[in-house]
């Protein structure tokens, strides 16, 4: 039986909001825009070999590819358990708000009575493979003024 690790994304990531001008078209990945917006990953706790996290996508995405043979538990918005990621696939608690706020880019939606972090989960398996990426509004500036 394999121990199973949290890592917490809210911790683990530093994100860096940086005013300015709009990118210029140079800056833009298949005529997508960036965010203005550098995430990187500061650190990882507890150290997990066989476990990479990576920020992506100009740091609107968080990646996480588990090559060791535990379960990885990545915490939602209100430190509910939102994904598992290990060794036979990826599977997501199908009553953590996270599941659903993650919908929409602006995470404007209104939650069901069962999407609830005290709301015991409901595992679906999203993949087979032992990766994820997702998008995390822990760094996603979503209000309609500029950060200063």
């Known amino acids: 039986m394999t121990a199973r690790r949290v890592l917490v994304v809210a911790l683990a990531l530093t994100t860096l909001l ?8 140079a800056h833009t990945d298949r005529g997508v825009a960036g965010s203005n917006r550098a995430g990187r990953v500061a650190e990882l706790s507890p150290q997990m070999p066989g476990v990479d996290l990576s ?9 996480v ?3 060791s043979s535990s379960t990885v538990t990545v915490c939602g918005y209100s430190n509910e358990e939102y994904l598992r990621i290990g060794p036979d696939g990826v599977w997501r608690n199908e009553n953590s708000p996270a599941t ?10 209104t939650l069901p ?11 679906r398996q999203v993949s087979t493979g032992p990766e994820c990426s997702w998008h995390d509004h822990r760094t996603n500036w979503m209000l309609s003024t500029r950060p200063r």
């Open 18 to 25: 940086l005013a300015g001008a709009p990118a210029a078209q």
């Open 55 to 63: 920020v992506t996508q100009f740091g609107d995405c968080h990646q």
């Open 65 to 67: 590819l588990n090559g």
């Open 100 to 109: 659903r706020l993650k919908l929409r880019l602006d995470g404007r939606t």
């Open 113 to 123: 009575a069962n999407a609830a972090p005290d709301v015991p989960p409901e595992w």
